[in-house]
């Protein structure tokens, strides 16, 4: 089997990636771990910014996003029992959509199948090689059977802990990373949000979220240790627990209740490798940079790597010009970092760290309110939050 660009994984980069080329003339073929089930119901991402709207929006691929996607145009920060809204379209002209994750990975999929698109689900025992020759080669299993797929290009897409940065020798990529002593416990419930932006709140026991994906689903998240078990928190304390952190004038303020149906714990990490990519492997999204949640960036640096990576693969086949395809790293970094940056002072800002001091915890007040005061520090957040 042939095909120019061989792409390892089936989230929003590599399907974003395989619809983008297919515009561009260029074919592809994406191999994927999960079924097709699976990633169509993973719960992950909400937070679409303004860039990767309009991403998805020119490449033929926004008519349900914009239909149900939800465009926000502010947030509340909400800490010492206040809350202050951030205006951010007033204040930059953009606004960010609240769509799940997993809308944008069904709407790809089914237009790259509608366009006779190849995606293989379920393969396993993928293994990347000849990576630094003209024709690399990709070997995995798939129905029981062995395949060899032979590529120009081979596009790493498999997320953090995928094959494809681990197929680099050892002692050509840099690790840049740091790790965070908790992690959010995520709910999603039936139940109509209380409000219409979200609210990122430091209470003293920790971070807060609230935000959602529909009139009728909240989707809120709490700070919690690193190991824990989804068993410590049963519905009822998961409730208490964000009234508690949500007080408003001192008194605790209970979003609106409802059946919860997803709960999930997710650590918090900040990791980029570099270079991005390694002979003819080029990486993207999670698979080479993963930042905590915080910002909600993680999807929509993705979107930017893929986007770079078709425009430099498009001008490459169109007149054999290089110069994108080299300069691919240095292109996406600078957004990566940038990300990188907004994601550690977020999370810093609204997070109590363990063994911090009440000292520490009146610095993040003053911060916090320095953010809100100040109409330079509320547009520097939201230029980072709209992208
Ligand atoms: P992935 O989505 O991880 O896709 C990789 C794919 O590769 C998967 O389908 C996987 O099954 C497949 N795969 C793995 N290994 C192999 C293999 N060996 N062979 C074949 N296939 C393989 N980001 C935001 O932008 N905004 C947010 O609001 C936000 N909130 C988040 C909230 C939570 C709780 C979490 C967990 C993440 C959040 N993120 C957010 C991050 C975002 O979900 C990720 O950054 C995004 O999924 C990255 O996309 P990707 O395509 O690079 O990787
Ligand atoms: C959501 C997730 C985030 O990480 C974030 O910063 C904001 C919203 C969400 O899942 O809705």
Known sequence: ??????????????????????????????????????????????????NTVDILRDAGVGSRLDAEGLPHEGIELRFGGEGHRVPM?????RAITVYGQQEVVKDLVARRLADGGDIRFEVSDVRLD??????????????????ELTCDVIAGCD??????????????????????PFSW????????????ELIYCLHENGFALYSMRSE?????????????????????????????RFQLGGSPWPPNRGPIFDKGVTPMRSFVTEPMQYGRLLLAGDAVHIVPPTGAKGMNLAVNDV?????????WYTTGDETLL??????????????????????????????????QYRLQIAQLHNVVDSPAYATALSENYVG
């Open 1 to 50: 089997m042939y095909t120019q660009v061989a792409i390892v994984g089936a989230g929003p980069a590599g399907l974003l990636l395989s619809h983008l080329l297919h515009l561009h003339g260029i074919s592809s073929v994406v191999l994927e771990a999960r079924t097709r089930g699976y990633i169509e119901q993973r719960i992950r991402a909400g937070v679409l910014e303004q």
């Open 89 to 93: 379209t007033e204040l930059t002209g």
């Open 130 to 147: 000849g990576l630094t020759s003209d024709r690399p080669v990709v070997r995995f299993h798939h129905g029981g059977a062995a395949n």
């Open 159 to 180: 997320g953090f802990h995928g094959t494809s940065r681990p197929s680099v020798p050892p002692g050509q990529l840099t690790v840049y990373e740091r790790d965070y």
């Open 185 to 196: 416990l995520g709910i999603l419930a039936e139940a109509t949000p209380a409000v219409h």
């Open 216 to 244: 009728r689903v909240s989707r809120l998240y709490l700070q919690v240790p690193p190991d824990t078990d989804t068993a410590e928190w049963p519905d009822e304390r998961i409730w208490d627990e964000l009234a508690t």
């Open 307 to 315: 986007w770079l990576m078709a425009r430099a693969l498009d001008a």
């Open 326 to 359: 080299t300069s691919y790293t240095r292109d996406a970094l600078r957004r990566v970092w940038q990300a990188q940056h907004f994601s550690w002072w977020m999370t810093s800002m609204l997070h109590r760290f363990p063994g911090d001091d009440p000292y």
